[in-house]
């Protein structure tokens, strides 16, 4: 070869090697993470079991703990992904580079002998494996976590439904106990009514009397009792019957104060 070949040559090889130790950056990254991944991993595998046995009490304070748990470790997972994927990513891309310079070298194999692409494959191989294989538990797991959230916080909804089911259903006794109430209510005011009426039209009926007007007064206020009393019945029940209306039909309220 000659000297500008042979320049090219070697400086290719120092940039193989240059693009290999790059390669190799992601690997002390992925074995630090990788302990932690197992961590969690275990993690997650004893929520997954917890909720799948019904271990926990069936509340919504219980799937709010293992919500939360469940969170901890997706936010764990997270920051993990945001620290490794450009490193990689990169560990990817400096391989690729790297046997692309090396098959320019056009190299021809010799018996006996490793070809240099043979032999850096066998030492970069390994790390490349590990930063994938790290790469894909975090991935798994943050699938795991998405499909493991998604049941607690159905179970969180159902918990919140029959919570509020309950709510409904003593709000409905109670508007039954007042509407018990309102009845009785209503009764006394009639009675109550009836009574002073009635009082008025004694007084009434004396004062006719006492003006001359010859009448059986027992009679006439026996007579005007149950008329009263079924007339103020009359009045009372029109004017609920009103105000029902006006509750359940709010534009002809507002059309009233117009």
Sequence with gaps: MSASQLGRLVQRLVEIETYRLMTLLGLPLARSISPQ?????????????????????????????????????????????????????????????MFNNIDELREDEVSGHLTLQEFIGRRVGPAVK????????????????????DMLRTQVDLSIQGQNQELLSSMDRRSKIQLMMQHTVEGLSVAAISYYTIGLVKIFLGVLYD????????????????????????????????????????????????
């Design 37 to 97: 991944l197992r961590q969690m991993d275990l993690r997650l595998a004893e929520l997954t079991q917890t909720l799948a046995q019904g271990e926990q009490q069936e509340g919504f304070d219980d799937a709010q703990d293992l919500l939360g748990r469940l969170t901890d470790i997706a936010s764990q997972v997270e920051a993990y992904r945001a620290q490794s994927t450009f490193r990689f990513n990169a560990t990817q891309a400096y391989q690729t580079i």
């Design 130 to 149: 590990t930063c994938e294989s790290v790469a894909a538990r975090l991935e798994d797991l943050s699938r795991r976590i998405d499909r493991v959230s």
């Design 211 to 258: 003006q001359g007007i010859s009448f059986d007064k027992s009679l006439a206020l026996g007579i005007s009792m149950p008329l009263v009393i079924i007339v103020v019945a009359w009045l009372t029940r029109r004017i609920h019957s009103k105000f029902n209306k006006l509750a359940d039909d709010p534009e002809s309220s507002r059309s009233g104060h117009g």
